[in-house]
């Protein structure tokens, strides 16, 4: 039985894809430095180190948003290209484990 075929990205202007990408990238990297995550303090320094670039990536592709004009993020938009590219999955990387308690 083949896979599903992922639903489409939406319509995203350049600077919005670009937003996206940062934000993805940034949200990653905060995965692999969250302390409540297994994994070595020498995997976590990288992350941490390349962290002030992808921010700054962030920073500039939403300076640019808004630069040409784009003012308003369309949340629903950005919300459905975030499920598109398995954002669920890698911001829950971000957070809290459940409290086994």
């Known amino acids: ?15 919005e894809a670009e937003v996206i990408d940062r934000y993805l ?3 990653d990297l905060l995965g692999r430095v969250n302390p ?17 670039g992808k921010a700054a990536g962030l920073r500039d592709a939403l300076a640019l948003m808004h630069r040409r004009g784009e003012t308003e993020l369309h949340t629903a938009t950005l919300v459905r290209a975030l499920r598109v590219l398995d ?3 890698r911001t829950a990387r971000v957070a809290l484990p459940p409290d086994d308690g």
Do not use: H, I
């Open 87 to 89: 954002g669920e999955r």
């Open 36 to 52: 409540a995550r297994d994994g070595d303090a020498y995997r976590a320094l990288r992350a941490a180190q390349a962290l002030a």
């Open 1 to 15: 039985m083949p896979f599903p075929e992922p639903p489409p990205l939406p319509a995203l202007t350049r600077a």
């Open 25 to 27: 990238d940034v949200v």
